[in-house]
């Protein structure tokens, strides 16, 4: 199955790609993130709620970078496994200066769904999975721009202001990352979670931060598709 | 007592009238619900198809599109009927690919937790289309500008000619000829039940049970096990009570009856699809759209010498059905006469219109309404009787059996098996008083009133082959438990065939269970179509009875001691000819099941009896003999070497309205020979319900479409049938000649009341008005029209000419 998309953000690629990079950013960002742990070099373990319309659930999944060409590209892996069935996706992420300003993102990925999360179709499959890495894109942009990232629980535009945001403070775009107190994330153990209190961003490698976040956005649609059939096993138990 | 051709009620009756019915729709309520977004275009290319604003909608479940599709289920569904003039034969995909080529074509399947729910995904989703030129129409069609299917040259799907001698050259060189250019219109079953499909998949069995409203469903197991790459033995197909079908349910598979069974095995939970109006009208099937040229030669007496007739049938999109409507129309146009030198030759072609198949009647109506009118035309011609010309043209009795020298739809020589014509037109005549007209013509327009006479004569081929099959299990009760493969929409065959297995087998009626359509209880059957129940099943569960009767008298022979040859069956019990009732002397079919089947353990009381020790038995004889089979049952079946063919005639009486054109029915007229009856009661409902349904061909009932190919009557609002107000009295004659070819001697009797309508109709009414009428149907407002036309015609040629 073949999901391909582009994104516009204003800001330039390297300060995108900035941002991508930051997992407490991402943790933010990407649509239902729960949690993300940093399992080792290029590789993330994260946890997602994801609710779009009839398809709902938690998903654990993992994700492994490849191929960084910082600034402009890195391909990224993707697996997840269930009792509903397997997923792996690998995703090419590509950055350039967009005409006027900003930057032009496009990811190109080719996902295999196996066992009964393929029943509900393609077009859903692709529907979700693109909605839900617009949403991702959108809620990145808005940290960029200082606003607070919207965390709704994967719901998309469905529910715009789904959940109260946890305030983030303003993204100095253009100042060098601050070190945090933090600032072993890039070692294996360190934990995400979006904050309560919101805290500033995590130093940390783009490579990382780019894979976890475009894998939990194409990854989380993925899943959130075959995690649907346990809602609608309990919708049809409640009915 | 026998039952046979008694006036038994109807056993269904009792059930249907007081809600105790199981259609389609009451079945799977526990079921998703799917619903489809469908063409609102006649041609186009599917550009793109994008879900996005749908995904929001509670309890969506699932949305297909031709692209989910795999293996066989993702290729065009089959062609039905090849024939070797189909040259050109096309058929849908169960979801349209790429293209779509009428309005009301499946695009996206969606499967949610209710239809509620089903239909707003299907609103929110958004079909892009490439707008293709529609083609609609058969002068639209034939002029070839268009084209419906690329690879369709001329969208001609076939050129099929028959002949018998040189047609032309007779009609040339006859002393008197004529030319007509006679059209029918569209128009459709509309059975008050649309379709519908219910399918459960068994995980743990690997297997199906399909619920479905249709007229065959040994043929849609077979096709959804094909489709759905499935051995056949781990399908099963169940027809539930039918809320009419008229040829409309005897396609197959419908894109919903192979969608329906593929969703619930992708999702692993029951999903079912039940047919709304609209989408009967624009996604079903539609029938009767014809244009005829005819040539006719004759002598002076009105004898025929040569008929040469060329016509158009708009076959609709697609042609899963094959031929069978152009060939019916092109054989049966032929009627009770002989025509001389015969040759038709049609061309059925492609529109971006709902695909034409069989309505009740299938083809013939328009054949009929040719030659009828074309036998009114001669009289015209010549001054005669109307009812003279066609004697002088009707096959003799003697000449029966009859060979017409074509090729019928059953691909078997068009061979009238008995009938005799003048002895029906005789019967008409009196029956609707055609010599007393003109005096009640005249008296009626010194009253200012405009009467009108018509009739019409048919011949209708039923019984069509290849075969029918009976199962029949006496159970140790004593009930009789029937089955047999084809299906029933209301006809009354569980009433039908029970008399029949009464009679054969000696059983009271009411000991007696029919099932039909069931594919676990039979599994071979062709299925209800062409009024062939009767005649296929009928004579098959009476061949049945007959060795189960063989066998019941062979087991009670032992226990009584007697020949076999002694014994009689009297009320469901075995015993000696002529020995009364004595309790000695006799044995009830139950106890005989019981004895059929050598048991050793008793699992009640009567089944002791055949228990090890009940008895003394022959310790050297096996208790199952070679060649025997345990149990009281039997399965048989029938096989003709061709159809036989019913015949009928039909006279009406009209009113016309000298000022709203109004067209009343005064009388209508039937003498109707179906062979031998079973029950004249439900024949009579037949021909009942066939009348109102040609009334409603010949005034009503019309499929309308638009240039740009948009159904504009698709509802009950717009497209008009008769209602109990616009059908009227129907008085019945029977005449009975039975049909030598199998041993009930019957003949169907299904769709003979439709054929003739518009026929006798249109007669009666240009008896009525004095226009001639060459197209059916006819609304007031045509006719008014017809009237100002003949009106002003001299005024408007004047004015041309200024």
């Known amino acids: ?147 607070p990232a919207d965390l709704p629980d994967g719901a998309g535009a469905s529910k715009p202001s789904g959940r109260a945001s946890p305030g983030l403070p303003p993204y100095p775009s253009t100042a060098a990352p601050v070190p945090s107190v933090r600032s072993s994330v890039a070692s294996p153990g360190a934990v995400y979670t979006p904050p309560p209190k919101g805290r500033g961003r995590e130093g940390s490698t783009f490579a990382r931060g780019v894979a976890a976040g475009a894998a939990a956005a194409l990854a989380g649609a993925l899943v959130g598709a075959w995690v649907s059939r346990l809602a609608q096993g309990r919708e049809a138990r409640r009915g | 007592m026998t039952l046979f051709g008694e006036r038994v009620p109807r056993v269904e009756d009792a059930r249907l009238v007081t809600g105790e019915g199981r259609f389609l729709d009451d079945l799977g309520q526990d079921a998703l619900e799917a619903a489809f977004v469908r063409s609102p275009h006649a041609h186009a290319r599917i550009v793109d198809i994008d879900v996005t604003d749908a995904l929001d909608v509670e309890g969506l479940v699932a949305i297909y599109t031709h692209e989910d599709l795999e293996g066989r289920a993702a290729e065009p569904l089959p062609l039905l009927i090849p024939h070797p003039t189909l040259t050109h034969g ?75 001698g040189d047609a032309d050259a007779a009609v040339d060189a006859a002393p008197r000829s004529l030319e007509l250019d006679l059209a029918i219109e569209r128009s459709a079953s509309t059975p008050l039940e649309g379709k519908g499909v219910v399918a459960r998949w068994d995980a743990d069995d690997r297997s199906l049970l399909v619920h479905t409203s249709t007229q065959t469903s040994t043929s849609v197991r077979q096709a959804i096990a094909a ?235 039923t019984g069509v082959g290849p075969y029918e099959g009976g199962h029949i299990r006496v159970e140790t009760d004593g009930t009789v438990v029937v089955s047999t493969g084809l299906t029933s929409q209301g006809q009354g065959h569980q009433t039908m065939l029970a008399q029949i297995v009464a009679d054969e087998l000696g059983v009271p009626f009411e000991r007696i269970r029919v099932t039909t359509g069931d594919t676990r209880r039979f599994k071979y059957a062709v299925g209800t179509f062409a009024s062939r129940t009767a005649v296929m099943s009928g004579s098959a569960v009476a061949l049945t009875a007959r060795l189960v009767r063989e066998k019941a008298l062979g087991i009670a022979a032992q226990a009584l001691e007697a020949d076999p040859g002694d014994l009689e069956i009297v009320d469901g019990h075995v015993r000696v000819k002529g020995a009364g009732g004595g309790t000695v002397s006799q044995v009830d079919l139950g106890a005989v099941a019981v004895l059929a089947n050598p048991l050793r353990y008793a699992f009640d009381e009567a089944a002791g009896r055949a228990t090890q020790f009940a008895a003394p038995a022959d310790p050297d004889v096996a208790p199952v003999g070679p060649g025997e089979a345990p149990g009281l049952e039997a399965t048989g079946y029938y096989s003709p070497t061709r159809s036989t063919f019913a015949n009928g005639m039909h006279a009406v009486v009209v009113e016309t309205d000298p000022d709203t054109a109004e067209v009343r029915i005064l009388r209508y007229c039937v003498v109707h020979d179906c062979g031998t009856i079973i029950n004249p ?122």
């Open chain 2, 227 to 461: 489709k759905l790459e499935l051995p056949v033995d781990r399908v099963e197909v169940v027809t539930p009570d039918v809320g009419g079908g008229f040829g409309v349910k005897i396609v197959h598979p419908w894109p919903e009856e192979v969608l329906v069974p593929w969703a619930a095995r992708r999702l692993g939970r029951p999903v079912k699809w039940t047919e709304d109006r609209r989408e009967h009208f624009v996604s079903s099937a539609h029938e009767r759209g014809q244009l005829h040229h005819v040539r006719v030669g004759y002598d002076d007496g009105g004898r025929l010498l040569g008929l040469s007739v060329r016509f158009w049938h708009d076959n609709g999109a697609y042609t899963p059905y094959g031929l069978i409507v152009p060939i019916i129309t092109s054989t049966q146009l032929l009627g009770p006469y002989k025509v001389g030198a015969y040759r038709v030759e049609f061309t059925s072609l492609y529109t971006n219109t709902v695909m034409v198949t069989p309505y009740r009647g299938a083809g013939r109506p328009q054949g009929c309404f040719v030659m009828e009118r074309v036998m009114d035309a001669i009289a015209a011609d010549l001054h005669l009787d109307r009812t003279v010309v066609r004697e002088r043209n009707f096959i003799q009795a003697d000449e029966m059996p009859y060979d017409q020298g074509l090729v019928f739809q059953d691909g078997r020589p068009l061979i009238y098996d008995s009938g005799d014509f003048p002895a029906t037109m005789a019967r008409l005549k009196d029956l609707v008083g055609w010599d007393d007209f003109p005096a009640f013509r005249d008296r009626a327009r010194a009253e200012g009133r405009r009467v009108g006479i018509g009739l019409a004569c048919y011949v209708e081929g």
């Open chain 2, 90 to 164: 096309r058929t849908p995909y169960a979801l349209a690919k790429d293209e779509v080529n009428h309005v009301g074509e499946a695009v996206v399947m969606v499967v949610a937790g209710d239809r509620y729910a089903a239909e707003d995904v299907c609103d929110r989703i958004r079909v892009d289309y490439h707008l293709l030129p529609p083609v609609v129409g058969i002068e639209a069609s034939r002029g070839g500008g268009r084209l419906v299917h690329d690879d369709v040259p001329g969208n001609v799907a076939a050129v099929m000619v028959q002949e018998t």
């Open chain 2, 681 to 802: 009661m439900v024949v009579e409902g037949q021909i009942h319900g066939g009348v109102a349904q040609g009334v409603g061909g010949a005034l009503y009932e019309r499929i309308e479409y638009d240039s740009d190919g948009q159904l504009l009557n698709a509802s009950f609002m717009d497209f008009l049938m008769p209602y109990a107000t616009e059908v009227p009295t129907v008085e019945i004659d029977h005449l009975v000649t039975p049909s030598p070819l199998n041993p009930l001697g019957v003949k169907g009797a299904g769709e003979a009341g439709v054929i003739p309508g518009s026929a006798a109709i249109a007669a009666a009414i240009e008896d009525a008005e004095g226009i001639t009428l060459t197209r059916m149907p006819i609304s007031p407002s045509e006719l008014f029209h017809l009237r100002k036309e003949r009106l002003v015609e001299p005024v408007e040629t004047t004015e041309g000419h200024t």
């Open chain 1, 1 to 147: 199955m073949k999901i391909s998309g582009t994104s516009h953000l204003t800001p330039a690629p390297t300060v995108v790609f900035r941002a991508l990079s930051d997992p407490a950013v991402l943790v933010r960002t990407i649509p239902g993130c729960r949690r993300l742990e940093a399992l080792g070099e290029d590789t993330y373990a994260m946890t997602l709620a994801v609710g779009v319309g009839s398809i709902k659930g938690v998903y654990d999944g993992h994700v492994r970078l490849t191929d960084q060409q910082e600034p402009v590209a890195f391909r990224m892996h993707t697996d997840g496994a269930g009792a509903a069935g397997t997923i792996s996706a690998d995703v090419l992420v590509t950055l350039r200066d967009a005409e006027g300003g900003g930057t032009a993102l496009a990811y190109d990925a080719d996902a295999s769904v196996g066992g009964t999360i393929g029943g509900v179709g393609q077009r859903m499959l692709v529907g979700v999975s693109k909605r839900m890495a617009a949403e991702f894109f959108r809620n990145v942009e808005a940290v960029l721009a200082g606003a």
